[in-house]
């Protein structure tokens, strides 16, 4: 089975400086990873996905993610935090049932001070 | 144009009663996904639908749930003599088929409270 480990469960930065959450995931063949945002009583919305293609995937927001074979990781960053980008960070992998079936890490909160 | 909509936005019943929960997808969405969001089980996935038809259940936590789709749009899920430990969101997302390239849109979800 595929898996995702997010290795943070609270970040916090200052407005203005970069963004790092990080992901590993596992997987015995190439996945489908995607990083997903929840704000403050909203639905779950996605960032940007990675789907074989270019590793490095660019997301809305800002946001981007770097696909490192070699390291089993899929970082997010993003340069310059916003008091907006304050919410919970999802990575998540696709697992190959035939569907698209997605498995959750369990949250990084980002905190942004100003 | 519209989203994905769930109702209720929040249900509180007592232990032993009985549930619906219910997921409008996005018009033309033929792919339909249950998911669970509890504070001890994270987010974990519950049902698959395609069109009408389940080929995945393999998430229901047990016999008590249940999910049906209707017209290849609107499902319910029901939840049987609820118990304490189904407190949870419950989210509902859609997507325009299944597969690694299309996005599943997720619904604001229900929040259930079992007292």
């Known amino acids: 089975a595929q898996s995702v480990t997010q290795l943070d469960s609270h970040v916090s930065v200052s407005e203005g400086t970069p963004v790092l959450l990080r992901c590993n995931y596992s997987?015995?063949?190439?996945?489908?990873l995607f990083w997903y945002v929840q704000h403050p009583n909203k639905g779950l919305q996605l960032l940007l996905k990675?789907?074989?293609?270019?590793?490095l995937v660019k997301g809305i927001n800002g946001f981007e993610a770097e696909f490192k074979k070699s390291e089993t990781s899929f970082h997010l960053t993003k340069p310059s935090a916003h008091m907006s980008d304050a919410a919970e960070y999802f990575c998540v992998v696709s697992e190959n049932t035939g569907f698209q079936k997605l498995v959750f890490g369990t949250g990084t909160r980002l905190l942004v001070s100003p | 144009g519209a989203g994905v909509s769930q109702s209720p936005s929040n249900k509180v019943t007592e232990k032993g009663k009985d549930v619906e929960l219910r997921c409008d997808p996005i018009?033309?969405?033929?792919?339909l996904y249950w998911y669970r969001q509890s504070l001890g089980q994270g987010l974990e996935f519950l049902i698959y639908f395609q069109g009408n038809s389940a080929p995945d259940k393999s998430g229901l936590p047990s016999d008590r749930f249940s999910a049906e789709r209707t017209g290849g749009s609107v499902s319910t899920l029901t939840i049987q003599r609820t118990q304490q430990e189904d407190s949870a969101v419950y989210l509902c997302a859609s997507s325009y088929q299944t597969g690694g390239t299309y996005e599943q849109y997720f619904g604001p979800g229900t929040r259930l409270t079992v007292t």
């Open positions: 997987s015995s063949y190439s996945p489908s």
């Open positions: 990675y789907t074989s293609a270019a590793t």
């Open positions: 018009s033309g969405h033929t792919a």
